[in-house]
């Protein structure tokens, strides 16, 4: 079988991001250059205005608050008068020259930047960390986003995808993807409620298992209800302490505020393991703010934010026609669910105890990773799986009378479709304007506005003789696609589509080609840096090597090998041929195995001798040239 | 969002010559050949054909989960993400007509809806967003009073009327509540009925259909449409004594 390419599974968190993958029968997450799966969404632009994401980026929000920013994803698929209510809560900073109607843009330092292109730079890091794994480069992915994200807020995350030279062949819903990294070691069948909240997000997905089948039968949520929440309510009893207590107010010192963050967070997360914790905060000005939380306390506080989350279970259930009784299993996921007052609200909700299985920050990734496997094909691991999924909300029309029509029904299996009928009302009208609208609201204003769409070179009749018929149709992704037709004479009619939240074709063209260039080339370039810096180590240690009296023992003809190909590194390492270092490297490493032996068995003698080896050997130390045999001594 | 100025589907289906799978040349199944398993261009046929159904109400739902199970495996898009595009198109085409048709088809209200549909028959409109857009265009809205509930109606409206007046002055009137209350178990009873009377109409239907007795068919499918209107009617009230109960 032709090797197949690499699809990777990508959660694009409101805290953290992973990339996970399938190894073999089961999904695993690619971890970063450091070492950990959690790759925190955080961008910053350091003081040379490079792209920093991820732990290395934190420090910025500290240090320089104005270079950096976190939960990007609560703006996402945002206008700018729809986030007013965030910018009091977030230190966001907006640009200065934004137009109304425009996608809002970020200020980092002296650039402005969208949310798609800031969660960009969190998927190219991602893409970067998966390419360093398996050596190749990654072009395929499939990206998760919340079951309950709008039209507008999944076109956000597509748009970030391409930005970041990613193909997406996919979003999937969270919770369902959490389904299906459950799914996959518990081949049964019966009823499945996931409980998903995270740091930004809630959704309720009910799902019925079948033989492999993961139909959702309902979906519920608040794309704006998470451990942020939780987060921002602790920085505000802080705030208002310090002022009440200490006299000062510091809500708008930036370092301030982003350091009480960092403080109620380590607190909020000891609060899950521990009956009562102590903040200890330094402030600006020698003040020092000092308070103990109990956990009943922070249970009392946080009460009325997951009871937000009842109403939307109960909701789904309804939609389910489904009593709680009949759910089978409750799973978990999301950072948030580790709070014990949370798992008890599921409990009492669901009357039964909530799965934790697989852990909460991860499941999602491993989750888009089995999907990304299914995509690809599959393998006998998931042989036999299918996700249908539905569509969140509903999707309408407005009407005479500003009312909206829906047309597709929230909980409706996707992809789905509608077609609707329009006529003209004047003689000779060849226009006519569609607002289409997503929401569960009787009047349009009340919903959110998808797109204004224009039906335009309608063939001239009397009014009302045309008839145009227009296909709605939500794609798998969640994504609505439009077509129309004009049916007495034929004719495709033309549409003009206005996004009313989101990126024009063209202008995510733009911010790819501005960003950076194709992935391929991007790719092959940082290979061949790793690999010349390969080739520095190995030259290095040669050359501490030649000092050692191992060399000496070494014949003419082996030195003159090694001066060969030594020099051969040399030249080609400038270059630009990565195939050509790499080869002259595994060469040099070959003719250098011996050199590195010899050095190692007098390290060895050296040391039985009962010779401290700093001492002897300061500087030269056992340190071989070859990389795959380094001497350690402890 | 895109938007799609050709339709292949359409196209390809013109150009189409019987009923031979376009990649293999074999073709028994109407959405994807039995032989090789591709997925066909989809056909403008209604839900019943879709699932090889005669257009009758009484069904085995349990059988057409099966073949909403077998038939999703076939034309879902995650089969053909990595298919050429025009695979993906009508994949996305077909695999959205199986859901539309099996959403319509699993529920015996909207089954029977869409059957009348399909026999040119409309509904008196009698959704919550025609009530609001009469309101807002001040346009009367298709609607009759069955007449067996013109009495009770009338009172219930009444009664609606002065709770909502209650509220808005910030009383509570724990009698009135009482009395509506009874009423809309009353209309809860009712609708129960029409359900069940809705039921036996379905037979009807099917029995015409089988015996090929346009006269009954007839009969039956406006007696359904009668039930429908009044069912719908009621539904509605009850719609509105919640939503003055529950606020």
């Avoid at chain 2, 509904?123 to 009073?145: D, F």
Wanted: aromatic residues 6%; negative net charge; proline residues 4%.
């Amino acid at each position: 079988m032709a090797e197949r390419e690499i699809i990777i599974g990508i959660d694009l968190g409101t805290t953290n991001s992973l990339v996970a993958f399938m190894a073999g029968d089961s999904p695993a997450v690619i971890p970063g250059e450091d070492g950990i799966n959690l790759v925190p969404s955080v961008v910053a632009l350091d003081e040379k205005n490079q792209i920093i994401v991820g732990n290395a980026a934190r420090k910025y929000l500290i240090e320089t608050p104005d270079r950096a920013v976190y939960s990007i994803k609560r703006l996402m698929g945002r206008g700018v008068d729809d986030v007013q209510e965030e910018l009091k809560l977030f230190p966001f900073q907006l640009a200065d020259d934004l137009q109304p109607g425009e996608v809002v843009r970020i200020r980092l330092g002296e650039k402005t930047f969208t949310p798609p292109e800031i969660s960009a730079f969190i998927l190219r890091q991602l893409k970067r960390n998966a390419e360093r794994f398996f050596g190749a480069p990654v072009t395929k992915a499939v990206i998760t986003v919340p079951a309950y994200f709008n039209d507008a807020q999944r076109q956000a995350t597509k748009d970030a995808g391409r930005i970041a030279g990613l193909d997406v062949l996919r979003l999937v819903n969270e919770p369902t993807a959490a389904s299906l990294a459950y799914g996959l070691d518990k081949k049964q069948n019966g009823i499945v409620a996931v409980y998903d909240l995270g740091g930004g997000t809630f959704d309720i997905s009910i799902l019925k298992l079948h033989d492999g089948i993961f139909e959702v039968i309902a979906t519920n949520g608040d794309t704006h209800l998470g451990g942020d929440d939780v987060d921002n309510l602790l920085i505000r009893i802080a705030l208002d302490d310090i002022r009440g207590d200490l006299g000062v107010d510091v809500s708008r010192n930036g370092e301030a505020v982003a350091t009480i963050r960092k403080a109620v967070i380590e607190a909020k997360i000891a609060l899950s393991s521990r009956e009562s914790i102590k903040l200890d905060i330094d402030l600006p000005g020698d003040k020092r703010y000092r308070r103990e939380i109990t956990r009943e306390q922070f249970e009392h506080l946080i009460q009325p934010i997951i009871d937000r989350t009842v109403g939307p279970c109960k909701q789904a259930l309804k939609d389910a026609g489904l009593k709680p009784q009949q759910i089978d299993e409750v799973v978990l996921v999301g950072g948030s669910t580790r709070i014990p007052k949370v798992r008890a609200l599921v409990k009492e909700l669901f009357q039964r105890e909530p799965h934790i299985d697989l852990n909460p920050d991860e499941v999602v990734a491993l989750g888009a990773a089995v999907q990304a496997n299914i995509l690809s094909g599959g393998s006998t691991a998931t042989e036999n799986m299918l996700l249908l999924d539905v569509t969140p909300l509903s999707l309408g029309i407005e009407v005479a009378g500003s009312v909206t029509d829906k047309i597709i029904l929230r909980n409706s299996t996707i992809p789905a479709s509608a077609s609707q009928h329009y006529t003209t009302q004047i003689d000779g009208q060849t226009n006519v304007a569609i607002h289409v609208l997503q929401g569960e609201r009787e009047l349009a204003k009340d919903c959110r506005s998808l797109a204004r769409f224009d039906l335009k070179g309608i063939p001239p009749m009397a009014a009302g003789m045309p008839r145009i018929e227009v296909k709605f149709l939500i794609d798998a992704n969640g994504i609505l696609q439009v077509s129309a037709r004009e049916q007495r004479s034929g004719k495709q009619a033309e549409i003009e589509v206005q996004p009313s939240y989101g990126l024009t074709d063209e202008q995510v063209e733009g911010m790819i080609l501005d960003s950076f260039d194709n992935a391929e080339e991007d790719f092959r370039q940082r290979q061949v840096i790793e690999a010349a810096n390969e080739a520095d180590t190995i030259l290095a240690a040669l050359e501490k090597g030649k000092k050692s009296p191992a060399w000496d023992e070494l014949t003419t003809e082996e030195k003159k090998t090694i001066a060969r190909l030594e020099k051969m590194l040399v030249e080609v390492k400038i270059g630009n041929d990565y195939q050509a270092i790499r080869k002259s490297i595994d060469e040099l490493n070959q003719a250098t195995t011996r050199l590195a032996e010899l050095m190692m068995d007098s390290a060895v003698t050296t040391a039985l001798k009962g010779q401290n080896m700093d001492e002897s050997n300061a500087d030269e130390g056992p340190t071989a040239p070859h990389p795959m045999a380094k001497a350690e001594f402890k | 969002m895109t938007a799609e100025t050709t339709n292949p589907v359409l196209s390809v289906l013109a150009d189409r010559d019987g009923d031979a799978c376009w990649s293999c040349g074999d073709m028994r199944a109407a959405h994807f050949c039995k032989s090789c398993g591709k997925v066909q261009p989809a056909r403008p046929v209604d839900f019943f054909a879709f699932f090889g159904l005669p257009k009758k109400l009484n069904l085995d739902v349990a059988k057409l989960e099966r073949d909403f199970y077998l038939l999703s495996r076939k034309l879902h898009p995650d089969v053909y993400a990595q298919a050429n595009e025009q695979e993906r198109e009508w994949s996305l085409e077909q695999s959205s007509r199986l859901n539309d048709a099996y959403r319509t088809l699993k529920d015996p209200i909207k089954r029977t809806q869409y059957l009348l549909h399909l026999e040119g028959l409309e509904l008196e409109e009698q959704s919550k967003n025609a009530t609001e857009r009469a309101r807002a265009t001040g346009e009367l809205k298709k609607q009759v009073v069955p007449p067996e509930l013109l009495e009770e109606v009338f009172e219930l409206n009444m009664q609606l009327e002065e709770a909502r007046m209650n509220k808005k002055m910030g009383e509570n009137d724990a009698a009135l509540a009482e009395e509506i209350e009874k009423q809309k178990q009353s209309l809860e009873q009712k609708y129960e009925a029409l359900s069940l009377e809705l039921g036996r109409y379905w037979s009807n239907w099917d029995t015409a259909l089988d015996a090929g007795s346009e006269a009954n068919q007839i009969q039956a499918r406006d007696r359904m449409v009668d039930l429908l209107n009044r069912r719908n009617y009621i539904r509605n009230l009850v719609r509105d004594v919640n939503e003055v109960l529950e606020s």
